[in-house]
């Protein structure tokens, strides 16, 4: 099971963390992704963050680069992804979810996800 938290509303230029509490698995078997579907687009989850097995490996969107962060936190079974620099384009609903080990950015092979938290970014 996956539970995320953290999002709300902020003015641009303004920060949020998100956090993914992972139970049923222990993180360090398994990558997680963030992801984020956009309003108007349902059928579109967006590759956001993922951070692999080892902890080591960690890749970004192209959209997000330099703007977010994703890290863990292997005792509290946790991963958190810390967004930076908010803009309007970044208003989404953000999901994580898991795979078995290796990481990927497309978003239908992961086997499980969460329900997501809303992020709104506007002044």
């Known amino acids: 099971q996956l539970v995320e938290s953290g999002g709300g509303s902020v003015q641009p230029g303004g920060s949020l963390r998100l956090s993914c509490v992972v139970s049923?698995?222990?993180?360090?078997?398994?990558?997680i992704g963030w992801f984020r579907q956009a309003p108007g687009k349902e059928r579109e989850r967006e590759f956001v963050?993922?951070?692999?097995?080892?902890?080591?490996?960690?890749h970004y969107g192209d959209a997000v680069k330099g703007r977010f962060t994703i890290s863990r936190h292997d005792v509290l079974n946790t991963v958190y992804l810390q967004m930076d620099s908010l803009q309007p384009e970044d208003t989404a609903r953000y999901y994580c979810?898991?795979?078995?080990?290796?990481?990927?950015?497309?978003?239908?092979?992961?086997?499980?996800w969460g329900q997501g938290t809303q992020v709104t970014v506007s002044s």
């Open positions: 979810a898991s795979r078995y080990y290796y990481e990927d950015q497309n978003p239908d092979a992961y086997d499980y």
């Open positions: 963050a993922s951070i692999n097995f080892s902890g080591n490996g960690k």
């Open positions: 049923g698995a222990t993180v360090q078997y398994y990558t």
